[in-house]
Nanobody
Framework: QLVESGGGLVQAGGSLRLSCTAS????????IGWFRQAPGKEREGVSF????????YYADTVKGRFTISSDNAQNTVYLQMNSLKPEDTAVYYC????????????????????WGKGTLVTVSS
């Protein structure tokens, strides 16, 4: 089970930190991270981390503004979101999967075994 927290309402330029805590399994050899879906738009990958070696991947739209990190002791992954823009408004979903060993881009993550229920991020202009 994956449980997200940390969403909310923030003004443009502000920051939020999302958390995703796993229960029932440890994601030692997983890829884990965040998708988002804005109203009327398709779901898109935002940022992911490979737990075995710490490789990080980011969508071009968030590079330089978002940072993914993990706390193995807490079985938790974080997404620090800075310089937020109204276009970052979306429901953010945590997802994890054990089967990906190598990707060239986060668009390669076409199927994930575990999903959270999502947390809403709203950025006002």
């Amino acid at each position: 089970q994956l449980v997200e927290s940390g969403g909310g309402l923030v003004q443009a330029g502000g920051s939020l930190r999302l958390s995703c805590t796993a229960s029932g399994f440890t994601f030692r050899d997983y890829v884990i991270g965040w998708f988002r879906q804005a109203p009327g738009k398709e779901r898109e990958g935002v940022s992911f981390i490979f737990k075995d070696d710490g490789r990080e991947y980011y969508a071009d739209t968030v590079k330089g503004r978002f940072t993914i990190s993990s706390d193995n002791a807490q079985n938790t992954v974080y997404l620090q979101m800075n310089s937020l823009k109204p276009e970052d408004t979306a429901v953010y979903y945590c997802a994890a999967d054990p089967s990906y060993a190598e990707i060239s881009d986060i668009t390669d993550l076409t199927g994930m075994d575990y999903w959270g229920k999502g947390t809403l991020v709203t950025v006002s202009s």
